[in-house]
């Protein structure tokens, strides 16, 4: 995991103040290690509003720094980018897969991904989601 004062450099590199909220966000983000939910983001950092935990993570999608995956369910999930992400645009050319036994959300490296071709269209990236049961839940059956 990475520490605070990575997340200050990052946050610098990309021309935005390191304050706590960001910090703060960026750490949970990376501790919960898949694609985290709204509702546990804002569970967890409780001393942030949700005015400000709002702005940040937009902040933080802006720069490049996480991404937001949408699902059904009415919940958002956020996850960090990789470093091929900027403030100018996300590549995110990965399958995010949703578990229906345990409801969670992992970004997943998948080959054969790296480009797709949709005749007369330009693609500038794209997202897949997959839906079924984890690896660990397979393991609980």
Known sequence: MKDAQHWSEA???????????????????EGYGKAMPYSQIQ????SIDRVTLYRTLNALIESGLIHKVSVEDNETFYAICSQ???????????????????????????????TLSL???????????????????????
């Open 11 to 29: 946050l610098r590199t990309r021309n935005l103040k390191a304050t706590n909220s960001r910090v703060e966000v960026l750490n949970e983000i």
């Open 43 to 46: 569970h967890q950092l409780q």
């Open 84 to 114: 091929k992400c900027t403030t100018k645009e996300h590549h995110h050319q990965h399958v995010h897969f949703r578990c229906t036994q345990c409801k969670e959300v992992t970004c997943v490296q998948a080959s054969g991904l790296e």
């Open 119 to 141: 005749p007369g269209y330009q693609v500038a990236s794209f997202e897949i989601q997959a839906v079924g049961v984890c690896s660990s839940c397979v393991v609980l059956r």
